[in-house]
């Protein structure tokens, strides 16, 4: 009896040891980890936050998948229930799902992307000041370290942005013309392509415009079509067919491999369909 009773005890008091030790990992308040939940719109901007605080203090998720259209997205149940327990939403202004949500100004930060494509080098550069900006007025606390961490991926675009343009210039396409989606033509130029003709969304491509655009491919003499991912891959797929050159997709938000990656991918893409030739 005696040597049950010491087993009940010893087991009492492993356990009670095990449950004051969780206790004290998260009571604490020396140890425990504030962790502050962000959510944005999309991929660029989840990937710009990321990118800007610090990881350990910030969870951070993006509502649009990156593959698809932001004016053909519907906002889920699962969306609503994140947006109202983040303690802030990063979003575009314009963008219609995210209307939706009703959010309010206390937690919501919109930003203006000044009628530029931020897929694009030099105005990811000019978004990141933008979104450095809102983020230290929201979180007075970091601004020292997201200034620092601004710069260093200001760097990294930078020196990527010009490997990227070199591989362009020694496959010999610089300045070479093309026809692209309307949404892929700030890219297309930044890789200093000359964009000669340009269409809109896929349901709205005419057999009018169809030829018109095939016709202005033949006459300057086009080296590929490039369409855009999220508003239709196969817009300008009977173009490129009807000119006979490559056709090629771009996707003009972050794939979930990052955006220095994605832009690399989207140059990558018109490398290989153009050597393929």
């Known amino acids: 009896m005696r040597t049950k009773t010491k087993l009940f005890l010893a087991i009492m008091a492993i356990a009670s040891l095990g449950v004051s030790a969780g206790y004290s990992n998260t009571s604490q308040e020396g140890n425990t980890k504030i962790v502050r939940g962000i959510v944005t719109s999309d991929s660029i901007l989840s990937g710009m936050t990321a990118s800007l605080l610090p990881p350990n203090r910030y969870s951070i998720e993006a509502i649009l998948p990156p593959g698809q259209c932001p004016g053909h997205y519907d906002m889920k149940l699962s969306d609503i229930k994140k947006i109202k327990k983040a303690d802030l939403i990063v979003s575009f202004k314009g963008m219609p799902f995210m209307d939706k949500a009703r959010l309010g100004n ?28 809102g983020l230290s007025k929201r979180f007075p606390e970091e601004r020292d370290e997201i200034m620092i961490r601004k710069e260093n991926t200001v760097r990294k675009v930078k020196a990527e942005a010009n490997s990227l343009i070199e591989k362009i210039k020694q496959a010999g396409i610089f300045g070479k013309p093309v026809i692209a989606s309307s949404m892929q033509k ?3 130029e930044w890789m200093d392509f000359r964009v000669v003709g340009e269409y809109g969304r896929q349901e709205a491509m005419s057999t009018r415009e169809f030829v018109r655009l ?14 855009n991912l999220q508003s239709g891959p ?29 832009l690399r991918d989207n140059v990558n893409a018109i490398l290989t369909a153009v050597m393929r030739k």
């Open 234 to 262: 196969d817009a300008g797929k009977g173009i490129a067919e009807t000119l006979r050159v490559p056709h090629v997709v771009l996707t003009n938000f972050p794939s979930e491999k990052g955006y220095l990656a994605t």
């Open 214 to 227: 095939s016709k202005i491919g033949k006459d300057q003499h086009v080296i590929l079509v490039a369409d």
């Open 106 to 133: 206390e937690t919501h930060l919109l930003v203006d992307t000044g009628g530029r494509n931020w897929m694009v080098p030099d105005s990811y550069i000019y978004g990141l000041g933008i979104l450095a900006t």
């Open 186 to 188: 700030e890219s297309l």
